[in-house]
Nanobody, 122 residues
Framework: QVQLVESGGGLVQAGGSLRLSCAASGRTFSSYYQGWFRQAPGREREFVAAISGSGRNTYYTDSVKGRFTISRDNAKNTVYLQMNSLKPEDTAIYYC???????????????WGQGTQVTVSS
């Protein structure tokens, strides 16, 4: 069983930065892919970024490449999402996710955090 708790959301102006954190429970943290998804009002939840258990492999959706960076600290059981050059269209609830296999699809993910709101004003 994996439990995930996000933090770090908030309100920021366009062009600004935020760093999200996701603290995970469980002794096998390093064996799980960790990822971030987001859901904007009236839209489906979508993949944002993911990182392999070792941290060597990262994956991003096209709209955030070059602006967002996912990383993890296995000693702290924590994954991060550094978000730079934020745009109003990045406004959403951001969810931390975990699973043993990598997937961009919501239906494949078994473990979710409660979500944290990110709002980018224009």
């Amino acid at each position: 069983q994996v439990q995930l708790v996000e933090s770090g959301g908030g309100l920021v102006q366009a062009g600004g930065s935020l760093r999200l954190s996701c603290a995970a429970s469980g002794r096998t943290f390093s064996s799980y892919y960790q990822g971030w998804f987001r859901q904007a009002p009236g839209r489906e939840r979508e993949f944002v970024a993911a990182i392999s258990g070792s941290g060597r492999n990262t994956y991003y959706t096209d709209s955030v490449k070059g602006r967002f960076t996912i990383s993890r600290d296995n000693a702290k059981n924590t994954v991060y999402l550094q978000m730079n050059s934020l745009k109003p269209e990045d406004t959403a609830i951001y969810y931390c996710a975990a699973d043993r296999l990598f997937s961009r699809y919501v239906s494949d993910v078994n473990y979710w955090g409660q979500g944290t709101q990110v709002t980018v004003s224009s």
